[in-house]
């Protein structure tokens, strides 16, 4: 069913698109100064661009997410969105504060918390703002005529999301404290519920692109929750060991660290075999594109990749390298981004009734970005393992060691150009879908 309430979902999503766009543009402004590039010093410092590069992509992938709920929510409950007038006030007030947010930091205004640098004074906007969300979507659930396993997973991940950024706010005057409750917000979104926010998205698209039946689709997202919660919760120690944690978490967060790839591993499992299943010929190939590479990608990105570097005898020379970086960036754009522009692409016409589906430029944006994005992985990998054999084997100076890397974000530039190209056709496939209408959102059958 289809009901006129989703066409708030566009609106989340243009947003997102927006600060996709931006978010692009403070990595390239990162990626040249690590080539050598850095005329932009004065006015953009590195730090500087990093915190908004990072901080656009928790903001971009958030407001995704929740335009992903309003769209989902309505037709899983079979019912409109308790209140639209107030999804819009969430929407203009999220952008409000992601705005003074990026001002800020241009202004030194932050708070030097790795990952967590919006300022606390914002903080309390954005519980405010998320509280509203969590109200529209869960009363709504529960007014509804069903509460599937589906809605009821992607509106868990979204709370237990609200109730873990709330750790990050707490104050404490020691650093190891801090730091200790900062890694619940940072790994347990990331390799926590955030999966689960991805696991009910990918459920729901998979119902509807396969026609395989929802009882098979949502044991199967059983499997993947539990997973999630068993290895994402304790693999946390693999950060602690460093912040003067005792030694313990050493051993903790490598047992489970090896076990997250299993959450991946079952969500690509999951995809490709529905897939296999499936009778359904459903006319759009784009969102099952997106679908099954959000799936398989992700394996890669934040399963293999992530298992690479942190055990503890690996991560003891890889922690808070270009490493890191590698495993970073295909992980979020795999589990994460991917399934962001796989709703979009399934929803889209379906809100505004126009059926861009096998458009050239749709699968030239999939191959593109993809393609780009694989690059850019294996460009921060050899930097990675140049930086930790230079400065942490031969005991080589930071600053040379940066110096010897340079050539590496050549090629990480020209990867991220292909990729750049890609998304900015995304962009004009969305542009071109135009805005959503009453009438293809009028309550009937898909």
Same mark, same amino acid.
């Given at each position: 069913?289809?009901?006129k309430?989703?066409k708030v979902?566009?609106?989340?999503?243009a947003?997102?698109?927006?600060?996709?766009g931006?978010?692009?543009?403070?990595g390239?402004?990162m990626?040249?100064?690590?080539?050598?590039?850095?005329?932009?010093?004065?006015?953009?410092? &590195?730090?500087?661009?990093?915190? %908004? $590069?990072?901080n656009?992509l928790? #903001? *971009?992938l /958030?407001s995704?997410?929740?335009g992903?709920?309003?769209?989902?929510?309505p037709?899983?409950?079979?019912?409109?969105?308790?209140?639209?007038?107030l999804?819009?006030?969430?929407?203009?007030?999220l952008?409000?504060?992601?705005?003074?947010?990026?001002?800020?930091?241009?202004?030194?205004?932050?708070?030097?918390?790795?990952?967590?640098?919006?300022?606390?004074?914002?903080?309390?906007?954005?519980?405010?703002?998320?509280?509203l969300?969590?109200?529209?979507?869960?009363?709504?659930?529960?007014?509804?005529k069903?509460r599937?396993?589906?809605a009821?997973v992607?509106?868990m991940?979204?709370l237990?999301a609200?109730?873990?950024?709330?750790?990050?706010m707490?104050p404490?005057?020691?650093?190891?404290?801090?730091s &200790?409750?900062?890694?619940?917000? %940072? $790994?347990?979104?990331?390799?926590? #519920? *955030?999966? /689960?926010?991805m696991?009910g998205?990918?459920?729901f698209l998979?119902i509807k692109?396969t026609?395989?039946?929802?009882?098979v689709?949502?044991?199967?997202?059983?499997?993947?929750?539990?997973l999630?919660?068993?290895?994402g919760?304790?693999?946390?120690?693999?950060?602690?060991?460093?912040?003067?944690?005792?030694?313990?978490?050493?051993?903790v967060?490598?047992?489970?660290?090896?076990l997250?790839?299993?959450a991946f591993l079952a969500?690509?499992?999951?995809?490709v075999?529905?897939?296999?299943?499936g009778?359904?010929k459903?006319?759009n190939?784009?969102?099952?594109?997106?679908?099954l590479?959000a799936?398989?990608?992700?394996f890669?990105?934040?399963?293999?990749l992530?298992?690479?570097?942190?055990?503890?005898?690996t991560?003891?020379?890889t922690?808070?390298t270009?490493?890191?970086?590698?495993?970073?960036?295909l992980a979020?754009?795999?589990a994460?981004?991917m399934?962001?522009?796989?709703?979009?692409?399934?929803?889209?016409?379906?809100?505004t009734?126009?059926?861009?589906y096998?458009s050239?430029?749709?699968?030239?944006a999939?191959?593109m970005?993809?393609?780009?994005m694989?690059?850019?992985?294996?460009?921060?990998?050899?930097?990675?393992?140049?930086?930790?054999?230079?400065e942490?084997?031969?005991?080589?100076?930071?600053?040379?060691?940066?110096?010897?890397?340079?050539?590496?974000?050549?090629?990480?530039?020209?990867?991220?150009t292909?990729?750049?190209?890609?998304i900015?056709?995304?962009f004009?496939?969305f542009?071109?879908h135009?805005k959503?209408?009453?009438?293809?959102?009028?309550?009937?059958?898909?």
């Open positions: 069913m289809k009901y309430s989703q979902a566009y609106w989340f999503f947003l997102s698109m927006l600060l996709f931006l978010q692009i543009i403070y390239f402004i990626g040249f100064a690590h080539a050598g590039f850095d005329g932009l010093h004065a006015a953009i410092p &590195f730090n500087t661009a990093r915190a %908004v $590069h990072t656009l928790v #903001v *971009w /958030l995704g997410f929740m992903a709920a309003y769209y989902i929510i037709e899983e409950a079979q019912r409109e969105l308790v209140s639209v007038k999804a819009y006030v969430q929407l203009i007030s952008a409000i504060v992601g705005v003074i947010a990026i001002v800020g930091y241009h202004f030194n205004y932050w708070e030097g918390r790795k990952f967590l640098e919006i300022p606390r004074s914002l903080d309390y906007l954005v519980v405010v703002n998320v509280l969300f969590l109200g529209l979507i869960l009363v709504t659930l529960f007014k509804g069903r599937t396993t589906t009821l992607l509106s991940g979204l237990f609200a109730l873990l950024y709330l750790s990050g707490l404490f005057d020691s650093q190891v404290k801090d &200790f409750f900062r890694w619940w917000v %940072v $790994h347990l979104w990331v390799e926590g #519920v *955030w999966e /689960l926010i696991g998205i990918l459920s998979l692109l026609g395989v039946d929802r009882e689709i949502e044991k199967w997202l059983y499997v993947i929750v539990g999630t919660f068993l290895s919760v304790l693999g946390t120690g693999h950060h602690y060991y460093y912040i003067g944690v005792n030694k313990i978490w050493l051993i967060g490598g047992i489970f660290s090896a997250e790839p299993l969500m690509a499992l999951f995809a075999n529905m897939y296999r299943k009778e359904k459903h006319p190939k784009l969102a099952l594109y997106w679908t590479g799936a398989i990608v992700s890669i990105g934040a399963g293999l992530g298992f690479a570097h942190t055990l503890p005898q991560n003891l020379y922690h808070g270009l490493v890191t970086a590698m495993h970073g960036h979020f754009w795999g994460y981004a399934i962001v522009l796989a709703i979009i692409s399934y929803s889209l016409p379906n809100m009734g126009r059926k861009l096998e050239t430029r749709g699968r030239m999939f191959w970005s993809n393609i780009g694989i690059g850019m992985t294996v460009a921060f990998g050899v930097a990675g393992v140049v930086q930790v054999y230079l942490r084997k031969l005991k080589m100076e930071f600053m040379e060691v940066q110096k010897q890397t340079e050539i590496h974000f050549v090629v990480l530039i020209i990867c991220a292909l990729f750049m190209i890609g900015i056709l995304y004009i496939d542009y071109k135009g959503p209408t009453n009438e293809a959102l009028e309550v009937q059958p898909t």
